[in-house]
């Protein structure tokens, strides 16, 4: 079933939403919402692109799109006619088509792994979820890949810069209980803005040829807390620059509300579709090894067709919003990585 979290949002029963509410911490007193600003941040500076790579035609327009069937396992074998791209409810032809093979060529990856230490982690998670993020490394070894991994709580902190040594992001792991921010906030949007900024300025949009995959993974307990920017402008800072949000939440959070179907209710992270509508998913770690998870995230992130398009003439530079939509075959369940793009202005 396609992921439309506004439908999802109003069909969510009042005392449902009251007791997400209800779950959630409070917002300390400093951090009054009231109060609160966006941060005024350019997401794009001018000199994002690197001498050395290729620059990709700004009137192009691309999205990633993930293909999963009933199982909910990765479709990998679908071709360019598979596929329709409509821009504004009107077709578009398909101008650019790639795909991630498991033999040849593989598609280059930039990775950030937001974590949240802001006091709901406990330390045997962090055990775990170290050795998860070494599993999800070693299934994407045979890939060109960088990883950087931020921490999070009251502050965002930058623990690791882009790195493709595996043993830089295994040591940034192990000090991350060490080095990370604590406090009472959980600062989650505002640490996927980082990560996005850190994507758009330190990860090429392209590299030996080929469209990079970008994306940050959140491993959080589901509850942003005294955020300064807006899950809203977070979504669409994403979608500008192409990004894909990946949610993990922990345990933690299943001790807090237990379900009585075994299935988690969803936090306030879940219900903005910071992970649906950038072409990510939202999954629980419900089991003492998260690995297979891990594994299985790392499988979907590396799945993904790009397909893209020229808009119409009249509508290439004409500085507005304006809708994506793919269709695919039928049976299959299609994840895009935005579902709108701002045409460049003249």
Do not use: C, W
């Not at 623990?159 to 992001?169: A, E, G, R, V, Y």
């Not at 891990?294 to 808009?311: G, I, M």
Request: proline share 7%.
């Amino acid at each position: 079933m396609p992921n439309r979290p506004a439908a999802f949002v109003a069909h969510l029963s009042l005392p449902l939403l009251l007791l997400i509410a209800l779950a959630a911490p409070s917002v300390p007193q400093s951090q009054d919402p009231a109060t609160q600003t966006e941060r005024p941040r350019k997401v794009f500076p001018k000199e994002q692109e690197a001498e050395d790579v290729v620059r990709v035609d700004t009137d192009l327009v691309s999205v990633d799109v993930t293909a999963i069937d009933a199982s909910g396992r990765p479709v990998r074998n679908l071709r360019q006619e598979d596929f329709k791209v409509f821009s504004d409810d009107v077709e578009q032809p398909i101008s650019f088509f790639q795909i991630e093979k498991r033999e040849g060529e593989l598609r280059p990856l930039a990775i950030v792994f937001a974590l949240d230490v802001s006091g709901s982690m406990t330390s045997e998670e962090i055990v775990r979820l170290r050795a998860a993020l070494q599993s999800f490394s070693n299934h994407l070894a045979s890939h060109p890949v960088v990883y950087a991994v931020m921490a999070f709580g009251m502050q965002v902190k930058t623990i690791q810069k882009f790195t493709s040594d595996p043993d830089k992001l295994d040591d940034s792991l192990g000090r991350l209980a060490k080095d990370a921010p604590n406090g009472l906030s959980t600062h989650t949007y505002d640490a996927v803005d980082d990560a996005i900024r850190m994507l758009v300025r330190s990860a090429p949009r392209t590299r030996e040829k080929r469209l990079m995959k970008r994306a940050v993974l959140v491993v959080t307990d589901g509850f942003p807390v005294g955020d300064t920017v807006s899950p809203k402008t977070v979504i669409e800072r994403a979608n500008a620059a192409d990004v894909s949000v990946f949610v993990v939440t922990l345990p933690s959070y299943s001790r807090v509300i237990a379900s009585s179907a075994q299935t988690p209710l969803p936090t306030p992270l879940d219900v903005s579709g910071l992970a649906e509508l950038t072409g990510g998913r939202n999954v629980y770690a419900n089991q003492r090894d998260y690995a297979p998870l891990f594994r299985a995230l790392a499988e979907e992130v590396t799945s993904a067709y790009v397909l893209a398009f020229y808009p119409p003439e009249e509508k290439r530079r004409d500085g507005k919003l304006h809708t994506i939509r793919v269709e695919g075959p039928r049976g299959l369940t299609l994840r895009q990585s935005r579902s709108e793009y701002r045409a460049a202005s003249r």
